[in-house]
C-alpha cells in the first residue's frame, strides 16, 4: 500500500494553461505539505494543512491555490502555468506536531511539472 | 530568514571509506534535525534523526549534533556504491502548530567502487 500517492506524477503543459496535482496518505496523519524542488535540488515548503485547515502559507504567488477536502487529501491548482513553475512538487504528511511528533515527514513520489 | 547551509558537492570517496556530510543552521530555536536521502528521479526518505547534542548512531550511520554552533553531520561508515545519492539536512522550526522542515540544498555523494 503507498503511504502518500500522488497523481500525476508528470505533466507538460504550455504557458498560460491551468493544472491541478492531487496527493492523498492512508497513514492517518493531520499535517500534509506541499513542497517544491528545483532544478538545483532546494526543496521548500509551499503550504502545510492541519486538519484541513491552512496552516503555513509561505511566499508563493496566488496562482497557487491548495484546497484540502479532509485530512486525508491535498490538492493543489495552479493557474496560468509560468515557465518558472517548471519543478518536481512533492506532497508529504506528518503526525501532528507535539512533544511525541518527531517531526519526520513521509513524501509522496513527486509530481514532475514541464512549463513549455 | 531560517536557513540550512550545505556543501552541494559532489563529495567523492572511494568504497569502504567514511563520507562525512556537513549542515550548519540559522535558527537556534531549532529542536529536531534530520538527515534525508534522495536517489535521482526519487522522494527524500528519512535515515537519521537526532534531537539532543552528541551522537547517534543506526548501523553504518551516525548523526552528530551541536546546538551551540549550530552544526549537524552524517557519518556513513564503510560507504557502499549504493549509498551514491544526494543527502539532505532538515531542520524543523516554527512554533507548535506551525512547524515544519526547513531543508538544504543538499550533498551530492558519489561512492566510488
Known amino acids: 500500500d503507498t503511504a502518500v500517492s500522488q497523481t500525476p506524477k508528470y505533466l507538460v503543459t504550455q504557458m498560460g494553461n491551468d493544472k491541478s496535482i492531487k496527493c492523498e496518505q492512508n497513514?492517518?496523519?493531520?499535517?500534509m505539505y506541499w513542497y517544491k524542488q528545483d532544478s538545483k535540488k532546494f526543496l521548500k515548503i509551499m503550504f502545510s494543512y492541519n486538519n484541513k485547515e491552512l496552516i503555513i502559507n509561505e511566499t508563493v504567488p496566488n496562482r497557487f491555490s491548495p484546497k484540502s477536502p479532509d485530512k486525508a487529501h491535498l490538492n493543489l491548482h495552479i493557474n496560468s502555468l509560468e515557465l518558472g513553475d517548471s519543478a518536481v512538487y512533492f506532497c508529504?504528511?506528518?503526525?501532528?506536531?507535539?512533544?511525541?511528533?518527531?517531526?519526520?515527514?513521509?513524501f509522496g513520489e513527486g509530481s514532475r511539472l514541464t512549463v513549455l | 530568514q531560517k536557513e540550512v547551509e550545505q556543501n552541494s558537492g559532489p563529495l567523492s570517496v572511494p568504497e569502504g571509506a567514511i563520507a562525512s556530510l556537513n549542515c550548519t543552521y540559522s535558527d537556534r530555536g531549532s529542536q529536531s534535525f534530520f538527515w534525508y536521502r534522495q536517489y535521482s528521479g526519487k522522494s527524500p526518505e528519512l535515515i537519521m534523526s537526532?534531537?539532543?547534542?552528541g551522537d547517534k548512531e543506526d548501523g553504518r550511520f551516525t548523526a552528530q549534533l551541536n546546538k551551540a554552533s549550530q552544526y549537524v553531520s552524517l557519518l556513513i561508515r564503510d560507504s557502499q556504491p549504493s549509498d551514491s545519492a544526494t543527502y539532505l539536512c532538515?531542520?524543523?522550526?516554527?512554533?507548535?502548530?506551525?512547524?515544519?522542515?526547513?531543508f538544504g540544498s543538499g550533498t551530492r555523494l558519489q561512492v566510488q567502487p
Open positions: 508529504a504528511s506528518s503526525p501532528q506536531w507535539g512533544r511525541s511528533n518527531t517531526g519526520e515527514l513521509f
Open positions: 532538515a531542520v524543523s522550526s516554527g512554533d507548535t502548530g506551525r512547524r515544519a522542515l526547513t
Open positions: 537526532i534531537y539532543s547534542n
Open positions: 497513514l492517518g496523519h493531520d499535517t
